[in-house]
């Protein structure tokens, strides 16, 4: 589905949130437990699917404590906050305390809130770090796949293509592992179809895990099934032609 209102920010997997059968929402998305080593910046992607409906609703919150809800206090304001129907960048500064975040998700009879690309980064000194090495390539059925060895230090990586390994090189996505896979289709869309070169830096930045309850190729059914049951319609007729 590249190229509809539905795919993730970046990457092949987001996590989403459809509206409560009983509206509204109080669902939760929370992080791993963190280990800061002093005040953070926590940066996330989110997005209505759509208007239609009425815009997505959201709360960002912390906890020094565990994952109850009760634990959380919330940091982004007395209100909750309207995702637009496009992707908008969230910030939020995260105390030194803090051992997760999460975001509520309080729609009110809405459709899809959508979030991607959770983004930790520590105010602290980072290390000095080295290239990652032995990067190797692999075809398999539909894509590829890319390794390298971990750098000390790094807690995320980088990857990087261009379709000319002199010329400016895209930030595909950022991994929290020495492994990336893309496919096919991806590469089209990104215009890497004929040929393509990478690129991996290492980071110090912590990257949440993205999580979702279904890789994309079955999320298709799993939303015409919610849409049966909840009258709604899901545009996937917008899609980019390819290169």
């Known amino acids: 589905m590249v190229g509809t209102a539905i795919d993730p920010h970046t990457g092949e997997k987001g996590a989403y ?131 390298w060895d971990l750098v000390s230090g790094a807690n995320s990586y980088k990857v990087y293509g261009s379709n000319d390994p002199y010329g400016n090189y895209i930030l595909i996505q950022t991994v929290d592992d020495n492994y990336f896979e893309i496919t096919d289709e991806a590469l089209n869309a990104l215009g890497l179809s004929n040929r393509a070169f990478f690129k991996i830096t290492a980071d110090s930045a912590i990257l949440a895990a993205k999580t979702t309850s279904q890789e994309s190729k079955n999320l298709l059914p799993l939303l015409q099934n919610y849409l049966l049951n909840q009258n709604k319609t899901l545009n996937l007729m917008n899609s980019k032609s390819k290169p």
């Open 17 to 147: 949130c459809f509206a409560a059968i009983n509206y509204p929402n109080n669902d939760w998305l929370i992080s791993p437990q963190l280990n800061l080593s002093s005040d953070a910046t926590l940066s996330f992607w989110a997005r209505s699917y759509t208007a239609q409906y009425g815009l997505e609703r959201f709360k960002v919150g912390v906890s020094t404590t565990g994952i109850d809800p009760s634990n959380f206090t919330i940091i982004s304001g007395a209100n909750y906050i309207h995702a637009p129907a496009s992707w908008t960048q969230y910030t939020y500064t995260l105390p030194q305390p803090a051992k997760y975040f999460a975001v509520q998700c309080v729609s009110n009879d809405a459709f899809i809130f959508m979030v991607d690309d959770f983004l930790v980064t520590d105010q602290s000194v980072p290390p000095v770090l080295t290239a990652p090495e032995n990067v190797a390539i692999e075809t398999f059925p539909g894509g590829i796949s890319l390794g």
